[in-house]
């Protein structure tokens, strides 16, 4: 038998079945992306990632900035989530009939209301296939002050919330 890599239609079927948090991430332009590939890397030094495709339109933008934003939406940032991740369109005119935004350090878009925001210098990129992973280091940091307040979650092709057990 040989082993061989599995075919994009299993690998997205799998995939399908893990959750994930969604992020959005900014850069100058502004421009912006819907991400689930987000994760921390290291803690020392605090180091996170996420990837995004080479044939993005927000990829060109984030490929020369030098900074980035990646905010943990909420539950109730579904809106937000979609409009970040619909092709084709000026996504932070669609992201202004449902947020609001302003210019963080050195530009970059930080969105309004939103559970978590690291705001952080790009340190390398990794190609990987048809994606290129960006490495980053947080320069500032904020977080919702609700303890109650959940993260939005993608699985299964659907955006959803977790739910507390107390």
Known sequence: MTIGAIDSGLFRRVLRRHAAA????TAPGPTGFTATSFTSVSLDPPLVSFSVAKTASAWPSVSSAPLVAVHVLT???????RAFA???????AAYETVGSWH?????????DGV???????VVNHVEAGDHVIVIASPVHAEHHDDDQATPLVYHDGSYT???RWL
Do not use: N
């Open 161 to 163: 919330a977790l739910r």
């Open 75 to 81: 539950a109730e940032q579904e809106q937000v989530a």
């Open 86 to 92: 619909t092709p084709g369109i000026d996504r932070f």
């Open 115 to 121: 559970l978590a925001v690291l705001t952080c210098r």
């Open 22 to 25: 969604v992020v959005v991430v």
């Open 103 to 111: 210019p963080g350090l050195e530009g970059v878009p930080l969105l």
